[in-house]
């Protein structure tokens, strides 16, 4: 019904927004994103798909896993509007954009995993 691509993630990025602040956490990761969903995703349960930072969590490279939030305020407010990846999106939509998230480590790994799926998807950091 979806299908994105996590094209590059940035650690520590530059801030553009006029309201940027430093990161809550620690540092920001920058995940620029590409996503298309299939028109027949209007046919679900739930008809749209997106990669809300509620469902993302960080494994830090000792094992610890993060208790916290990835997504803060500070991490939302990062970038301007036009740059940040939507919330959701509908059926046959696609986007380009970039999710900050607000992360306690500068290495580890990075989970999402939608609430209504057994699995999910994991990425190393920064990128190797």
């Not at 940027?20 to 995703?41: C, Y």
């Not at 094992?63 to 970038?79: D, P, R």
Request: glycine content about 10%; hydrophobic content about 40%.
């Amino acid at each position: 019904m979806a299908s994105f691509v996590v094209n590059s993630i940035t650690l520590d990025p530059q801030c553009t927004s006029e309201y940027a602040s430093k990161p809550t956490n620690g540092h920001f990761l920058a995940l620029n994103v590409s996503m298309e969903t299939d028109p027949a995703l209007a046919d679900s349960v739930n008809p749209q798909f997106g990669l809300a930072g509620y469902a993302w969590k960080v494994i830090a490279e000792n094992g610890t896993t993060f208790n916290g939030s990835v997504w803060s305020g500070s991490s939302f407010t990062c970038l301007k509007d036009a740059e940040r990846f939507p919330s959701a999106l509908g059926p046959g939509e696609k986007a380009t954009g970039v999710i900050v998230l607000d992360v306690p480590t500068p290495a580890g790994t990075l989970i999402h995993q939608q609430g209504f799926m057994p699995v999910g998807w994991e990425w190393e950091y920064p990128a190797k």
